[in-house]
C-alpha cells in the first residue's frame, strides 16, 4: 500500500500488509527493508523464531519510527472460536472456506513473543485481540479497516 502526498508535494509512505504467513513476510519486509516501507500491518501472523530474533537484533533501530499493527483472534478469556460458521463454508466464490478454529489460538505464543520484543525495545504499535475471531478471509475483511486507519 502506498500514499502520496495530493498536495503536490513529495511525500510517500509505503506500508506492508498481509495475513497469516503474510503477516510474518509483512513483518520481515518492514525489519530487511526499513528504507523503502514505512511499517507494516500483520493479522493473525505466523510469526517464527527467525523473525522474532531478528527483530530482537535490531534492538528497536530500524523500527522506532515505523507505524506497526498487529492483530489476532482465537480464543480469548471466555469467547471461544466456534467449531463451524454456515457462512465460512458456503460461499459464492467457495464452497469450502472453513477459517480454522484453532488456529489463530496457537499463533498467539509467537505474537506474545514478537509483542514482547517490541516493548522491550520501546517500539510503538498498535494491537488488537479479537476475541472469537476466525483464521480466514471473512473474518480479516471484518477488521481491515484498523490498520488502515492507524497508517493513513
Known amino acids: 500500500m502506498t500514499r502520496e502526498d495530493g498536495g503536490g508535494g513529495s511525500s510517500r509512505c509505503c506500508f506492508a500488509m498481509g495475513t497469516s504467513l503474510g503477516g510474518q513476510a509483512s513483518m520481515t519486509l518492514l525489519l530487511r ?13 505466523c510469526f517464527q523464531p527467525w523473525t522474532i530474533a531478528h527483530a530482537m537484533s535490531l534492538g528497536g533501530r530500524k523500527l522506532k519510527d515505523k507505524r506497526i499493527y498487529l492483530d489476532n483472534g482465537g480464543d480469548f478469556e471466555d469467547v471461544k472460536v466456534p ?20 488456529l489463530d489460538t496457537h499463533l498467539q505464543p509467537g505474537i506474545d513473543a514478537m509483542k514482547t520484543v517490541l516493548d522491550m525495545n520501546g517500539v510503538d504499535y498498535e494491537y488488537n485481540r479479537i476475541p472469537g475471531g476466525r483464521h480466514n478471509e471473512r473474518e480479516w475483511a471484518r477488521r481491515i479497516d484498523l490498520p488502515l486507519i492507524r497508517f493513513f
Request: net charge negative; hydrophobic share 40%; aromatic share 24%.
Open 83 to 102: 467449531l463451524l460458521v454456515w457462512q465460512d463454508h458456503f460461499t459464492e466464490r467457495h464452497w469450502w472456506n472453513p477459517g480454522y478454529f484453532w
Open 33 to 45: 527493508h526499513g528504507d523503502l516501507f514505512d511499517g507494516a500491518a500483520c493479522l493473525s501472523p
